[in-house]
């Protein structure tokens, strides 16, 4: 088997100890940014969607600032985004570099992705849902519980699934400007060394990573549509 | 002592000057254990006005009374409870569709302090009483119309309310199953005593099961009264239009206005609608002048039903002999309303 790799995969091989380091730093950089932007993203697209005018929890002031933050963050490119975060990082995460350097700049860009996404699947719940929760006796946050969040779960995770997606995509551009994880290993190694089985390695891991998230997601869609 | 009542209640949406008014001054008294119809083609405000009774629409003016608590005057966490005993069911059913059949009817009863085991038992009773006791663990999408619109009369009922509105429930069902959904309502209706509401576009609905009705028209109830009374008697033009399209009666002008061979008269003969507007009157009268008169009548059109247990309607007939105008007389002074359309 070591043999059939170093035939295969020699520089990967070779630099198998790196190599290794970039995987857990991807791993932790999607897991971490992963559960952050599920526990603020989600939040932050119910936001969005019910105080809009003629939503559940209308208000205009709220709407309109997170409307706007959603609009900004979205609209700047994920390599200036960074850029441009630098600083916050190196405020509150103490540093700008490498995984934990990097989880605040790719929070910032999963979480108003993702707050779209919740917002466009909130969307889909039919209004009579809601009425009929409200000629019920339900609240505005019960109806958020009980009517929204569970009956757009399919919805839901279908934008959880597209977020993970451009998260791994992130990562990588984040390894371009210090991050570390597999973009920054395949950049170094493969770009610059001009060592082809690196770049092969880790664009097979990444596509097998997204192939599975994916698969994942499809499977959840699946058995929570009825 | 009426379960609900509504004072003036008139709702506009947008501006007072020129937004528009679904509702304008309301007031309709509604007594316990009633089936009370509101009826009126679309856009004619009977959503808006049903919507009024639990406050899902805020009347703009007006207040809503309902089993002894002004709505209009409650703030927002007290009438979510009020609203617990004012269920409500709908045209398209609105069932949760990632729930259960079993989950669906429990939806009301969270909160409510039963235990799993007694919700379980009481949403079993539900299902039984609405004829679905096999349907627990089934999905909404795999029920037909009918099927959904007994669960969603279960989860009406799931919180014990006094009061069951029905807004358009049988407008997405075929005729059949409109039928059953409606004797459901009744039964329902009889054994619990529960007040329903019931808000239509068709005639036959009122006609099935309703004991009172209110006529909608602009906004405004223009007639009201004992589905009989109403019906029997239409003083609006509205009220007469509807009581067309569940009658023939009318399509006799239409035969008239096209010379057709079946109203040709010859000298002496008449072409008469007769109304049977009160309840003593039968289909005998006819045989009666028939005999007394020596006039030979034949039947055109007829159609009469029975609502609310008295016979309504009338016929179309062809009137000949030589006594025919105190035949005519006689059935007036007997309450049949004569109309002569056409005479030889």
Known sequence: MGDLLSSIIPNVVARAPQFWKACQETFQMVGIVGLLSVFIGIPFGVLLFTTKPGGILQNRPIYFVLNKICDIFRSIPFILLAMILLGLSRLVMGTAIGVKGAIIPLTFATVPFLGRQIEGALAEVSEGLVEAAQAMGCSPWEIVWRVYLKEATPGIARGVTITLVSLINFTAIAGAIGAGGLGNFAIQYGHQKSLPDIMWTVLLLIVVMVSLVQAIGNAVVKKTTH | ?344
């Open chain 2, 1 to 344: 002592m009426n379960v609900i009542k509504l004072e003036h209640v008139s709702k506009t949406f947008g501006r007072e000057t020129d937004g528009v008014h679904a509702v304008r001054d309301v007031t309709i008294h509604i007594a316990p254990g009633e089936i009370f119809g509101i009826i009126g083609y679309s856009g004619a405000g009977k959503s808006t006005l049903v919507r009024c009774i639990n406050l899902l629409e805020r009347p703009t003016a007006g207040t809503v009374t309902v089993d002894g608590q002004e709505l209009t005057r409650m703030p927002e966490r007290e009438l979510r409870q009020a609203r617990k005993k004012i269920s409500m069911i709908f045209q398209l059913f609105n069932l949760m569709p990632s729930r259960t059949v079993e989950q669906n009817v429990a939806f009301p009863l969270k909160g409510s302090g039963l235990s799993r085991e007694e919700t379980r038992r009481k949403v079993l009773e539900l299902l039984e009483l609405v004829g679905l006791p096999d349907k627990a663990e089934a999905y909404p999408s795999q029920l037909s119309g009918g099927q959904k619109q007994r669960v969603a009369i279960a989860r009406a009922l799931a919180s014990d309310p006094k009061v069951l509105l029905c807004d358009e429930a049988t407008s997405a069902l075929d005729p059949q199953t409109t039928q059953s959904i409606l004797r459901l309502i009744k039964d329902i209706n009889q054994k619990t005593g529960i007040t329903v509401v019931v808000i239509t576009h068709e005639m036959a609905v009122v006609k099935e099961i309703c004991h009172r009705v209110a006529v909608m028209d602009k906004g405004r109830v223009v007639e009201e009264g004992s589905v009989f009374e109403v019906f029997s008697n239409p003083q609006q033009p509205v009220t007469r239009s509807f009581i067309a399209t569940t009658s023939n009666l009318g399509k006799i002008e239409e035969l008239i206005a096209a010379n057709d061979p079946i109203v040709a008269v010859k000298p002496g003969e008449i072409v008469a609608r007769l109304n049977y507007g009160q309840s003593n009157v039968s289909e005998a009268a006819i045989s009666e002048v028939s005999r007394r008169f020596n006039v030979d009548v034949s039947i055109i059109f007829s159609n009469t039903e029975i609502l609310d247990g008295q016979p309504l309607g009338g016929l179309v007939a062809l009137i000949s002999g030589d006594k025919v105008g105190e035949a005519i007389g006689y059935l007036s002074e007997k309450n049949v309303m004569v109309e002569v359309l056409k005479r030889g």
